[in-house]
């Protein structure tokens, strides 16, 4: 297998919103994690995207209160049908490595070598929202 390149760029700019555990309420993080989970679906859907690493520190919560998500780096370009994929020893070409932020990984992932599918990034969001109610209060 060919080694990936990558090429380490930086981008400053100027913040465009709030971590999504720095809610207000229970309102304003309900709809951030909503939007964000919307967002994805349209990543999905429209470009045939998986963002990868679904985290507490890659959902965001804009001025206006809706949520997205950042961090693309370890999106994966899936260039097929995503209904047909398999496991990773049973199609060679797709991507096989394991992304993601570790107390936020789908336990398929973990436990397995599976491909990456759309339902584990779901799971990604839900441990999220575990993550945050035990974590904080609000």
């Known amino acids: 297998r060919e080694p990936e390149y990558r090429i380490y760029t930086r981008l400053i700019t100027s913040t465009c919103g709030k971590p999504i555990y720095h809610f207000n309420d ?3 993080l309900l709809t951030a994690l909503y939007d964000a989970i919307e967002g994805h679906r349209n990543l999905f859907r429209i470009a045939n995207i998986l963002h990868g690493d ?6 965001m919560i804009g001025a206006d209160g809706r949520g997205f998500i950042i961090d693309l780096d370890y999106a994966i370009d899936l ?3 995503q209904s ?3 496991d990773c020893d049973q199609k060679k070409d797709a991507p096989c490595y394991r992304t993601g932020t570790l107390p936020f990984m789908a336990i398929e992932i973990l436990n397995h070598n599976a491909k990456h599918t759309f339902q584990h990034d779901l799971e990604f969001f839900f441990y ?3 993550w945050i109610c035990s974590e904080y209060k609000g």
Do not use: M, R
């Not at 679904?54 to 959902?59: A, E, P, Q, V």
């Open 128 to 130: 999220v929202l575990c």
């Open 84 to 86: 047909s994929a398999t």
């Open 26 to 28: 229970q309102v304003e």
């Open 79 to 81: 260039g097929f049908d």
């Open 54 to 59: 679904i985290s507490l520190y890659n959902i």
